[in-house]
C-alpha cells in the first residue's frame, strides 16, 4: 500500500481541502475485535471494525458529501438545502466551508428532533428549517419533504439541492474510498456487513469489493419497521432506492432497536466508540452468522486456504448526540450505579472562588461599596481604647475614605433581638456599608465570643472536619441551610438593587472555618444576592487578627 501523507500533516491555504480529502490520508483504522465482542472466534470468524467515524467530520456521511459537493456546478455558490437526520447535513456545511468557505447550508430536519441535536446543528453554523409529520419520510413521496426541495431547487436557481438519496455521488464515493480501503487492507475479506440508510454506504463499498473478489458477502442490516434507530432505515423505507443495491445486497437482517443501542455501549465500553447505527451492524452480523452455524452452513463463507472467516462491520456514527435515547432504551441495571446519589437534590448550584474573602478583603466589604484588598494592612490596627469593642480602619484608597469596623465580644442577653446584634460600641451612620446584610452560621455560643456586630445569628451546628467529604453531611448542612434562609426570607426571589448592583444586595457570610460559608453563599448567589463568604471562616479572622497582636480583644 502506497503511503500517503505519512505524517498526516497538512499545511497552507489549502490544508482544510486536503484534509477532508481520503487521498491525502492515511487509510482509516480498520481494527479486530477482542474475544469479548466476538462470540464466534473459536469458530474461525474474525471481525473487522472499519472506523469510518475517525474521518474528519466524524461520521460515514462526509465521504458522500465531499464526492456530490466537487460533482455539483451549482453548490459553491447557492444555498445548499437537504432533508437529513444530522450527519449528512453536517458534513454538507463542515465540508462546503472546508472548500470555499461556503456558510449557507441549510438543514431540513423533523421537529420530532430532540432539542440537543437541534443546538449540534447550529452550533455547526447550520440553517435549521423544521418540517412537521412524519419524521422518517420516504424520498419518492410527492408530499414529502425530499419532493418539495426537489421543486424548490428545480424552480429557483440559486438553490442547490444534493439529494442524498438519489444522488449516484453518494454510492460511488464508497466505491471509490471506503472499498478500496478495505481491499487493500484486508484481501482475505469474506463478509462485509453495514446498515442501510440511504443504501449509499454499502452499495459502493460493497459492489467494489465484488469487483475484487466475487465471493464476498453483503450483508445489509435495517430496522424493525414501527422501531427506528437513528441513521438506518426499515426495508420497506429503503427498497425503492435507485441506487444498484441489488446487484451488491446478498442478505438483509433486521434488528431491533434497543438491540442497536445495547451492542454500541458494550462495543463503546471496549474503546471501539461507536453509535447505534455500528451497534446495529454488528448486532446484525452476529445474527446472521449465528443463524449460518446454527444451520450448519458457517464454514460455506471460509476462505478455503485458512478456514478462517473475515468479516468488516462498519462503524458509522459516534454515541455522544444519542445519550438520552440509550438510558431510555436501556434499564438502569444496565448502567454503573451513581455514588453518593443524594448530592443530585442538593448543593447543586455553582461556586466560585472569587466569592470568598480573605479577611482583608472582608474588611473592604464592611466599609465600602464593593470588595477590594485591604491596603497596608500592617498600618489599619488602630488603637483599641475601649473593652467592649475592636475598631479596625482600613488605609484610605481612591474608593474609600477611613472607615471602621467593629468586633463584638459577648453581647449581653438583651442585645440579641434575633435580627440583628448591637452594643453600644456598634457603628453607626455612613462608617457602616449600608444595606449589607451580615449572617453568622455559628452556634450560638461561639457568636457570644466574638462576631461582627450587625451580623444576625442562624444558630448553626458546628460541622465535621471537612464535610464536603461526606455525602450525607453536604445534604444535612445544606438542608440546614435552606430551611435557615427560608425562614430570613433569602431565598423567595430576587432581591430589590440587585440589577443594578447597589449595597442593597449584598450579603456577608461568616461561619467557623469558611466551609458553610462557601455553600450559602453559593445558595444566596442563585437566588439573586450578591453574596461572598470569609474565606476560612471565623477561625481565619481570628488568626489575621492575631498576627497583628489583637487577638487578646476578642476574648
Same mark, same amino acid.
Request: charged share 20%.
Given at each position: 500500500m502506497a503511503a500517503r501523507n505519512p505524517l498526516n500533516v497538512f499545511k497552507g491555504p489549502d490544508a482544510l481541502h486536503r484534509y477532508f480529502q481520503p487521498d491525502e490520508n492515511p487509510p482509516l483504522p480498520l481494527v479486530e475485535l477482542p474475544d469479548a465482542l466476538n462470540p464466534l472466534r473459536k469458530d474461525g470468524v474474525r471481525v473487522f471494525a472499519k472506523m469510518l467515524t475517525a474521518l474528519p467530520a466524524q461520521n460515514v456521511k462526509s465521504l458522500p458529501a465531499l464526492e456530490m459537493l466537487l460533482n455539483s456546478e451549482r453548490a459553491r455558490t447557492s444555498s445548499i438545502v437537504e432533508a437529513s437526520s444530522g450527519s449528512t447535513v453536517l458534513s454538507l456545511g463542515m465540508i462546503s466551508r472546508a472548500l470555499w468557505g461556503h456558510e449557507d447550508v441549510y438543514a431540513y430536519v423533523t421537529n420530532k428532533k430532540p432539542a440537543d441535536s437541534l443546538r449540534l446543528m447550529r452550533f455547526f453554523g447550520l440553517n435549521v428549517s423544521l418540517y412537521g409529520g412524519l419524521a422518517q419520510q420516504e424520498p419518492s413521496d410527492p408530499k414529502g419533504i425530499m419532493s418539495r426541495l426537489r421543486r424548490l431547487a428545480k424552480e429557483n436557481p440559486n438553490v442547490c439541492y444534493l439529494g442524498q438519496y438519489d444522488n449516484d455521488g453518494n454510492w460511488r464515493s464508497h466505491e471509490k474510498w471506503t472499498g478500496r480501503q478495505i481491499w487493500e487492507q484486508l484481501p482475505e475479506v469474506n463478509v462485509l456487513c453495514s446498515t442501510v440508510g440511504t443504501g449509499g454506504c454499502i452499495t459502493g463499498t460493497g459492489l467494489y469489493l465484488k469487483q475484487q473478489k466475487p465471493s464476498v458477502k453483503v450483508i445489509g442490516v435495517c430496522n424493525v419497521f414501527g422501531d427506528p434507530t437513528p441513521g438506518p432505515r426499515h426495508f420497506?423505507?429503503?427498497?425503492?432506492?435507485? +441506487?444498484? !443495491?441489488?446487484?451488491?445486497?446478498?442478505?438483509?437482517?433486521? @434488528?431491533?432497536?434497543? /438491540? %442497536? +443501542?445495547?451492542? %454500541?455501549?458494550?462495543?463503546?465500553? *471496549?474503546?471501539?466508540?461507536?453509535?447505534?447505527?455500528?451497534?446495529?451492524? #454488528?448486532?446484525? #452480523?452476529?445474527?446472521?452468522?449465528?443463524? #449460518?452455524?446454527?444451520?450448519?452452513?458457517?464454514?460455506?463463507?471460509?476462505? &478455503?486456504?485458512?478456514?478462517?472467516?473475515?468479516?468488516? +462491520?462498519?462503524?458509522?456514527? #459516534?454515541?455522544?448526540?444519542?445519550?438520552?435515547?440509550?438510558?431510555?432504551?436501556?434499564?438502569?441495571?444496565?448502567?454503573? &450505579?451513581?455514588?453518593?446519589?443524594?448530592?443530585?437534590?442538593?448543593?447543586?448550584?455553582?461556586?466560585?472562588?472569587? !466569592?470568598?474573602?480573605?479577611?482583608?478583603?472582608?474588611?473592604?466589604?464592611?466599609?465600602?461599596?464593593?470588595?477590594?484588598?485591604?491596603?497596608?494592612?500592617? /498600618?489599619?490596627?488602630?488603637?483599641?481604647?475601649?473593652?467592649? *469593642?475592636?475598631?479596625?480602619?482600613?488605609?484610605?484608597?481612591?474608593?474609600?475614605?477611613?472607615?471602621?469596623?467593629?468586633?463584638?465580644?459577648?453581647?449581653?442577653?438583651? %442585645?440579641?433581638?434575633?435580627?440583628? @446584634?448591637?452594643?453600644?460600641?456598634?457603628?453607626r451612620g455612613p462608617e457602616m456599608s449600608t444595606g449589607l446584610r451580615i449572617f453568622d452560621l455559628r452556634p450560638r455560643e461561639l457568636y457570644e465570643q466574638g462576631h461582627l456586630d450587625g451580623s444576625l445569628n442562624l444558630d448553626l451546628p458546628l460541622t465535621k472536619h471537612d464535610f464536603y467529604g461526606d455525602a450525607e453531611a453536604v445534604r444535612e448542612r445544606w438542608t440546614e441551610l435552606k430551611e435557615a434562609f427560608e425562614r430570613e426570607g433569602m431565598l423567595d426571589s430576587e432581591p430589590s438593587g440587585h440589577e443594578d448592583h447597589d449595597l442593597k444586595g449584598k450579603v456577608l457570610v461568616v461561619c467557623e472555618d469558611g466551609d458553610s460559608g462557601a455553600m450559602a453563599t453559593s445558595m444566596l448567589r442563585r437566588k439573586g444576592w450578591e453574596a461572598f463568604s470569609l474565606l476560612g471562616g471565623w477561625r481565619e479572622m481570628g488568626g489575621w487578627l492575631g498576627g497583628r497582636g489583637i487577638e487578646d480583644e476578642l476574648k
Open positions: 420497506p423505507g429503503f427498497e425503492s432506492s435507485p +441506487f444498484p !443495491w441489488r446487484d451488491v445486497i446478498d442478505h438483509f437482517e433486521s @434488528v431491533k432497536s434497543v /438491540d %442497536s +443501542f445495547r451492542m %454500541s455501549m458494550k462495543l463503546s465500553r *471496549h474503546g471501539i466508540v461507536a453509535g447505534p447505527s455500528s451497534g446495529e451492524a #454488528l448486532h446484525g #452480523l452476529l445474527t446472521h452468522l449465528t443463524a #449460518l452455524k446454527t444451520e450448519g452452513r458457517l464454514s460455506e463463507l471460509a476462505d &478455503p486456504a485458512t478456514g478462517e472467516i473475515s468479516c468488516v +462491520f462498519l462503524c458509522a456514527d #459516534l454515541p455522544y448526540q444519542y445519550m438520552d435515547m440509550y438510558y431510555n432504551k436501556l434499564g438502569e441495571e444496565e448502567f454503573p &450505579p451513581i455514588h453518593n446519589d443524594c448530592l443530585l437534590s442538593c448543593d447543586q448550584d455553582p461556586y466560585d472562588e472569587r !466569592w470568598f474573602l480573605p479577611p482583608s478583603q472582608a474588611l473592604d466589604l464592611l466599609t465600602s461599596s464593593s470588595p477590594q484588598p485591604c491596603h497596608d494592612a500592617d /498600618d489599619a490596627i488602630s488603637d483599641p481604647g475601649r473593652d467592649d *469593642h475592636v475598631s479596625l480602619s482600613a488605609t484610605p484608597s481612591p474608593s474609600t475614605s477611613c472607615e471602621s469596623i467593629v468586633f463584638s465580644p459577648a453581647p449581653s442577653e438583651s %442585645s440579641f433581638s434575633g435580627s440583628a @446584634v448591637t452594643t453600644p460600641g456598634s457603628l
